[in-house]
């Protein structure tokens, strides 16, 4: 018997109400040939990642089961308006191409836009579009949307209300920052994870020390002057 690699789950759109079905990669088809320095996974076949995303195919609503159910009826008729009204009752519920992975993950940026989602959601969703970009190769693009999950980042670390210290989100800071090369911000951030005493994560700490070892040589490499942090050593 053949086992299929995708499986529907039955969704309720948090949005119009109707019901719909959407796809899931399962665990046994989750195949990773590797992950990068800022947690994008690659994977053999197929990337559950393309499926993250659940698009109503009734009103045109795209969530992740990371946003909230909360509405207010100025949001409910800014999405009839932006996106309801131009739709055209696409369903993306069974396998998805990489285009359309790319559709469904900018339909719910604007959503998440509209709905007033917390900034770690948009920031999330950036993010992964540039991973989409670079599993494509398109440079330009990726480094276009790593900018602005970047920004999002900073804004959730400026704002939201943390946990003591939020190593994962100030070690990407730090990540993002080296793959614009802008080497100094990085410095700076994975500095922080490494020395704040009160941070616990090993990973982390690993990681940034580890990436704070690579920025080093590719400012050297660069020719750049090195900030003192990386000069001691």
């Known amino acids: 018997m053949n086992v299929e690699p995708l499986y529907t789950i039955e969704i309720r759109c948090m949005n119009c109400k109707t019901p719909y079905q959407t796809s899931k990669v399962r665990p046994s088809f989750k195949k990773s040939t590797g992950s990068d320095s800022d947690f994008c996974v690659h994977y053999k076949e197929y990337n559950p990642d393309y499926y993250v995303v659940r698009v109503c195919p009734n009103c045109g609503f ?72 670079r599993y494509k190769g398109e440079t330009e693009l990726e480094l276009k949307f790593l900018q602005f999950a970047l920004d999002a980042y900073i804004s959730v670390y400026e704002t939201e209300e943390l946990e003591l210290n939020n190593a994962r989100l100030m070690y990407l800071m730090g990540e993002l920052n080296r ?55």
């Open 179 to 233: 793959r614009l090369c802008n080497y100094h911000e990085a410095v700076k951030w994975f500095s922080r994870v490494i020395n704040d005493k009160r941070i616990m994560d090993s990973a982390m700490i690993h990681h940034s020390r580890e990436q704070w070892a690579v920025t080093r040589q590719e400012m050297i490499a660069a020719r750049l002057e090195l900030p003192s942090e990386l000069a001691e050593n």
């Open 62 to 133: 795209a969530f992740t089961e990371n946003f909230s159910n909360k509405w207010t009826p100025l949001q409910t008729q800014e999405m009839k308006s932006k996106v309801t009204e131009h739709w055209n009752n696409r369903d993306y519920g069974g396998e998805r191409s990489w285009e359309e992975a790319l559709e469904t993950y900018k339909l719910a940026l604007l959503c998440a836009q509209i709905k007033g989602e917390k900034e770690r959601i948009i920031a999330g969703l950036l993010h992964h579009i540039a991973w989409l970009y």
